[in-house]
């Protein structure tokens, strides 16, 4: 079994920043990758940011720029870094960490955590 914690969300202003963190524990398989995604009401859930275990990171067009992935060595917890934040980043910002077994994909998620950028 897999639990994932996430903790960060809020509400700020635009422009601010704010930081979220994800854990990741229980029966894991050490070549993994770790991301965070975010889903707006009534929209699909879209990839914000991924990185692997060996450090290769990815970002939506949308967060290049203002959204930094980071990951600990050694254990699988990562952070998003979001500065200049703008209202549409508004969203659910959910954690996921994915790798491949010998017959299937293993996925899970977090509960997600609320991220509102209002003036």
């Known amino acids: 079994q897999v639990h994932i914690v996430e903790t960060g969300g809020g509400l700020v202003q635009p422009g601010d920043s704010l930081r979220l963190s994800c854990s990741a524990s229980?029966?894991?398989?050490?070549?993994?990758?770790m991301g965070w995604h975010r889903q707006v009401p009534g929209q699909m859930r879209e990839l914000v940011a991924g990185i692997t275990k060996k450090g290769t990171t990815k970002y939506s067009d949308s967060v290049k720029g203002r959204f930094t992935i980071s990951r600990e060595n050694g254990n699988n917890t990562i952070y998003l870094q979001m500065d200049r934040l703008e209202p549409e980043d508004t969203a659910v910002y959910f954690c996921?960490?994915?790798?491949?077994?010998?017959?299937?994909?293993?996925?899970?998620w977090g509960l997600g955590t609320q991220v509102t950028v209002s003036s």
């Open positions: 229980g029966v894991i398989a050490d070549n993994n990758a």
């Open positions: 996921n960490i994915v790798w491949q077994g010998s017959d299937q994909v293993y996925t899970y």
